[in-house]
């Protein structure tokens, strides 16, 4: 079992998912859907070009926010 990256952001309509080790995107238009769409994009992925040129450990990822003042 390999865990990956993904991010999930609202654009409009859709939920558009990213894994970001793979470089790979889908959307859905739940949250549920793009969760369930960026795993098989992935499963897609991995059965296309299978994973040896990827590192054997994820690092771990830390997310946050910053503040910008407006011009």
Known sequence: ???FI??????????VA???ELDVTTQGE????AQSNIKEAIELYIE???LDDLPSETS???WTTV???NA
């Open 67 to 69: 503040e910008i003042a």
């Open 6 to 15: 993904v991010s999930i952001h609202k654009e409009d309509k859709f939920f």
């Open 18 to 20: 990213r894994c970001l």
């Open 1 to 3: 079992m390999k865990s």
């Open 60 to 62: 771990k990822s830390y």
């Open 48 to 50: 296309s070009f299978g």
């Open 30 to 33: 739940t949250l549920e859907l």
